[in-house]
Each structure stands twice: as C-alpha cells, then as structure tokens.
T-cell receptor
C-alpha cells in the first residue's frame, strides 16, 4: 500500500531564507507527483506537477525535484516571504489506481517577517 | 465558472440528520473526485466519477455515504444519519479525464460539523 510521508510537520523560518520541504513515498510505481499549497480554511492550490519521466519542475521561486527510484521529492522555496506561509502537501498518482491522489500529511510553514 | 465550486461552504448539523454536499466541476471536465480532510486521517480519497459512472467507490467510509453525478456535470455527496466522526472538510476536484496525466483541480471545500 502506497504511503506518503512529509518531513518536517512544521517549519518556522525568518523571511528571506531558502528552504526545503521533503516528501517520501513507499512505492516507486507512480505516474506523477504534485505539490499543493493550502491556506487556512481554503482548498488546495496546485503548485507544481512532475511527471514520472521528469526530474524537476520550476515555477518562479519554487523548484520541485523527483527521484522516483528512491521514493523522494523535495520542494525548494527560494527567498521565502511571509506570504508563503501555508500548509504544503505532496501527493502521488499511483500506477495501480491512477485516478486517485494519495496525500502526505503536509508541512505547515510559517515565514516570520 | 472558472474553477470548481462547492456548496455550502460551511454546514453545521445535528447527529442523525442527513446532509447533501454539492460540487460543480470545471466546464468540460469529465472526471470528478471527492476527498475528505479530517484531523485524524489527513486527506483521503472517497470516490470518483468518469462521466456519470463511479468505477471506484471503495473509499467511501460506510454505507451511510453515497454520491451521484447527473448530466456529466454536478455531483452530490450525501451522508445519511450523520455521526460526529463525519466532521471534516469535504473537497471536490475535477480533471479533463480520469487519465493519470491529467491534473486535478480542487474546489474550496465544504466544512461539515456534526454536533
């Protein structure tokens, strides 16, 4: 059974720092991996989608990498800002049930001014 | 509309009552998904539709939960005889098709509180 783990569960950094969020999954048979952002009381906003054949994706200050064989992904946030404060979720699309997303429990990020 | 919409945004109900949650997918999206986000369980898959049919209902927690989709568009998730453990945020998503490479777009969710 596919399991997704995110470390750390919470992170507090001063504004301007570069930071890395980690996501690991137990079964490397995936179609893709997606990073989401969730603000308190809100839905999910997709940040980056990495297909299984890709190694990384970039959008602005965000860079996500994928190492499928080792079951790991990282989300790198450059020059963090208070507006980046949110919960970040990663989710995988498993090969054996490709219609669903399996989510990690998230990393709650606070960027202090 | 431009995105997935859900209604109501908040629902407070008494234990034992039935509730209906509604999801309007992005126009033209044939696949629709329901997920539940609760404190103890995180975000978990409930059911998905391709068109009006639901090939996988295995994520529904009990037979008190049901869902339907009509006209290949709007979907309703119904919870009968609600229990306190049903309290959660129910999220809906849609995608162009249910194919693995299609991105899922999420709505804002319905927060359900069962007293």
């Amino acid at each position: 059974k596919q399991e997704v783990t995110q470390i750390p569960a919470a992170l507090s950094v001063p504004e301007g720092e570069n930071l890395v969020l980690n996501c690991s999954f137990t079964d490397s048979a995936i179609y893709n991996l997606q990073w989401f952002r969730q603000d308190p009381g809100k839905g999910l906003t997709s940040l980056l989608l990495i297909q299984s054949s890709q190694r990384e994706q970039t959008s602005g200050r965000l860079n996500a990498s994928l190492d499928k064989s080792s079951g790991r992904s990282t989300l790198y946030i450059a020059a963090s800002q208070p507006g980046d404060s949110a919960t970040y979720l990663c989710a995988v699309r498993p090969a054996d049930s490709s219609y669903k997303l399996i989510f990690g429990s998230g990393t709650r990020l606070l960027v202090r001014p | 509309g431009a995105g997935v919409s859900q209604s109501p945004s908040n629902k407070v109900t008494e234990k034992g009552k039935d509730v209906e949650l509604r999801c309007d997918p992005i126009s033209g999206h044939t696949a629709l998904y329901w997920y539940r986000q609760s404190l103890g369980q995180g975000l978990e898959f409930l059911i998905y539709f391709q068109g009006n049919s639901a090939p996988d209902k295995s994520g529904l927690p009990s037979d008190r939960f049901s869902a339907e989709r009509t006209g290949g568009s709007v979907s309703t998730l119904t919870i009968q005889r609600t229990q306190q453990e049903d309290s959660a945020v129910y999220l809906c998503a849609s995608s162009l098709t249910s194919g693995a490479y299609n991105e899922q777009f999420f709505g804002p969710g319905t927060r359900l509180t069962v007293l």
